[in-house]
């Protein structure tokens, strides 16, 4: 297929503010709408067949596919697309702090207009807007999410131990001792790269609450506040109970290692990560949700946060260098309807659109729909919001605790943290 004429990133800048003006002019849902799409997996099948359909919907439209070339994370790649003067529609981004880099130079643009002139807000509630609004201006529309306060376990194992999913955080450490006399590790905690972080940050939600952590990820608090001691002091209290394996077993395990641990062997008890975990039980394990695999909510402190959900999604930005508007604009409008729903949840994944009936989804995705949708509040997944240099000593920071999990440790990490935040923001 031709492709369109690549631009320099001085033009890209140059024409966003006349391309914004553009948005309630109609134009044809004709030619060719091209996206910057980097998933891969089962989620790279997802959304070719999405876009299957919206062609099949949309028969004047063609889509067309930019794939950045880059190993791990996708964020260099796509930096180097749109440096290099590739033209494209839309951008599938994961990263608020990505967002937040993209804004600041220019390569996206405000989607409020598109907001009035479309059903976009009447599909997303308030709390999805909100998490996609940058100073009172809307920059993205979430097309998919994940719960990420999901403690994920396998019901014959928790039969195994004659333990029932914990409710309470006295119920939750109070069963590693149970646990381990069964033989089973209670939680496996992944340290190689990221996932680590995923119960510090739990941690944090309970204790502190979303609005705090906000902050936290915005250079308004310190990481020297009793806040952050306090979730550390919480992981310590679980370290010390039995919880995990020893510190250098922890950072000798990635992501994947943990979760079969957990889902599929039955050797961990528990293991916290992102939805996608449900993709992978069904397709790799052949499990069935809600019989051989489910999840509980994290447990609840009584501290004044319980009814806080931590999340990560995926949504589209619509990039400065966009030539066809009004196709990007029903792709995304296509995105929220029932329809493309359907096909999410053939891959274990949700939609927050109000048209869905959660009927459509598995026992475990309905029960992690139900929980998000209840939710006081929504709060990203912070090391997603924290500004790359600062995201990369966080993770480091909390491997450095579960090597030696003490109060100087905890002392010192913090401080390390203030000092490199105060470089950042």
């Known amino acids: 297929?031709?492709?369109?004429?690549?631009?320099?990133?001085?033009?890209?800048?140059?024409?966003?503010?006349?391309?914004?003006?553009?948005?309630?002019?109609?134009?044809?849902?004709?030619?060719?709408?091209?996206?910057?799409?980097w998933l891969g997996g089962a989620q790279g099948e997802m959304m070719s067949k999405l876009q299957e359909d919206f062609e099949a919907k949309y028969p004047d439209v063609t889509v067309r596919n930019v794939v950045p070339q880059a190993g791990g994370d996708a964020r260099g790649g796509i930096r180097a697309v749109l440096m290099g003067g590739e033209q494209a529609d839309l951008l599938i981004n994961t990263w608020p702090a990505f967002r937040a880099e993209l804004i600041e130079a220019g390569?996206?643009?405000?989607?409020?207009?598109?907001?009035?002139?479309?059903?976009?807000?009447?599909?997303?509630?308030?709390?999805?807007?909100?998490?996609?609004?940058?100073?009172?201006?809307?920059?993205?529309?979430?097309?998919?999410?994940?719960?990420?306060?999901?403690?994920?376990?396998r019901t014959d194992t928790m039969e195994k131990a004659g333990i029932t999913p914990p409710e309470t955080y006295q119920e939750f450490i109070g069963g590693f001792a149970t646990l381990n006399d069964a033989g089973i590790t209670p939680i496996s905690v992944p340290a190689k790269v990221w996932a680590h972080a995923e119960w510090f940050e739990s941690l944090l939600l309970r204790t502190a609450g979303?609005?705090?952590?906000?902050?936290?990820?915005?250079?308004?608090?310190?990481?020297?506040?009793?806040?952050?001691?306090?979730?550390?002091?919480?992981?310590?209290?679980m370290l010390a109970a039995n919880c995990c394996d020893d510190g250098n077993t922890m950072l000798a395990l990635d992501w994947d290692i943990s979760v079969d641990a957990a889902l599929k062997t039955g050797d961990a008890a528990y293991v916290l990560m992102g939805m996608w975990l449900n993709t992978r039980a069904k397709q790799e394990y052949g499990d069935t949700p809600g019989a051989d695999f489910d999840i509980f909510q994290f447990p609840t402190f009584g501290m004044g946060h319980d009814d806080e959900s931590m999340v990560d999604a995926k949504e589209f930005n619509i990039l400065s260098s966009v030539e066809n508007r009004e196709a990007a604009d029903a792709?995304?409008?296509?995105?929220?309807?029932?329809?493309?729903?359907?096909?999410?949840?053939?891959?274990?994944?949700?939609?927050?659109?109000?048209?869905?009936?959660?009927?459509?989804?598995?026992?475990?995705?309905?029960?992690?729909?139900?929980?998000?949708?209840?939710?006081?509040?929504?709060?990203?997944?912070?090391?997603?919001?924290?500004?790359?240099?600062?995201?990369?000593?966080?993770?480091?920071?909390?491997?450095?605790?579960?090597?030696?999990?003490?109060?100087?440790?905890?002392?010192?990490?913090?401080?390390?943290?203030?000092?490199?935040?105060?470089?950042?923001?």
């Open 331 to 425: 792709f995304i409008s296509y995105m929220l309807t029932a329809d493309a729903a359907a096909i999410m949840a053939e891959y274990g994944l949700a939609s927050p659109s109000t048209e869905v009936d959660l009927s459509i989804y598995d026992p475990v995705i309905q029960r992690s729909v139900s929980e998000v949708n209840s939710a006081e509040k929504l709060q990203f997944v912070l090391g997603d919001l924290l500004p790359g240099d600062l995201g990369s000593e966080y993770r480091v920071a909390l491997q450095r605790f579960l090597q030696e999990p003490s109060d100087e440790t905890i002392d010192t990490i913090t401080a390390q943290l203030a000092n490199v935040a105060k470089g950042v923001y």
């Open 107 to 153: 390569l996206i643009l405000p989607l409020d207009d598109s907001y009035a002139s479309t059903d976009w807000g009447d599909k997303l509630g308030e709390s999805w807007q909100a998490l996609s609004t940058v100073n009172g201006e809307n920059y993205g529309v979430t097309y998919t999410f994940g719960d990420r306060s999901g403690i994920w376990y």
């Open 1 to 37: 297929m031709k492709h369109r004429k690549t631009r320099s990133k001085t033009t890209l800048l140059g024409t966003a503010a006349i391309l914004a003006g553009l948005t309630g002019q109609a134009m044809a849902q004709e030619g060719e709408l091209v996206m910057i799409n």
């Open 210 to 237: 979303a609005e705090y952590m906000t902050r936290l990820a915005n250079g308004e608090a310190s990481w020297t506040d009793d806040e952050v001691k306090v979730a550390l002091q919480k992981w310590q209290e």
